[in-house]
């Protein structure tokens, strides 16, 4: 049975994409459009552009998407609101309720890195475990704690602020506002700017840094720093989900054993008593956020298991 097809929405920050799956997890339409710096009701005019076009696509080729699975950053999934998004101006921005009233179908707010994180348990590099975690490195650092197929959101739909949980209490400064976060030592953007505060010649990328460490002293120093605060972050979500698996996912995973090998011996080292968990890279990779939008839509007809059968290359 493939005559059921949905929509999947991803908003970022500097592009929307979307993409048409169907029940056997195929995408049969994708595209994407950049936002040009556009925000507020400018960047929304985009969006529901962009939406109605997908839509218009699906039915020249026949398909009725039945709903709609949207995803961004700073979504409350109970609302469809948006709270927060710098990049956009948007906040607490009604896109999800928005969008419902102007294609007529139900649309299904995701979180990104909790939708992220719950494909990656259906049919990515956790696809099997009951208890998984998803740590995405970039600019910043989020993760989703999924547990008996649900990321964990919380009360006021702000769990897994992995980034901005202290490593170093009273360390250096974060631009949350506090001192000494995750976020502040191990993401793209800090290592970067550790190495050049440190005294680094050149305005080195993290992925730069990382293709450097054999050569270059104090690469590998900021780093190994980079790392150590990572596996202390790890220790506390490995003690408190025991998770069957840890996912690595975000432009840092692109570094692949650079960081994964280094990492899981920082994390075994801090454990005393217990095995660590494996630590893998993200299956999905950019992928994931719209393959978890699908997922979400499919939920919503009632087919709760509508991905099991998926492949995580389709
Ligand atoms: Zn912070």
Redesign the pocket.
Known sequence: MTDQVVLGIDVGGTSFKGAVIDETGRTLIAGSIATEGAQGEDAFAILERFVIGMMAQAAAQGLKPAACGLISPGMDERTGHVMFSSNLSWRDFPIGPRLTASLGLPVLPGHDVRTAGLAEAQLGAAKGFADSAMVMIGTGIAAALVTGGQAISGAAQMACEL??IPVYPGGEA?????FG?L??YASAASIARRYRAAGGKQALTAADIAMRLDSDPLAAKIWNEAVQALAISLVTVTLLLDPAVIVIGGGLAEADEVLLAPLRVALQQRLAWRAAPPIVRSELGSRGALLGAAILAFRSLGLANAASGWQSGG
Request: charged residues 10%; hydrophobic residues 20%.
């Open positions: 980034g901005h974060c631009a949350c506002g506090q976060c976020e502040a």
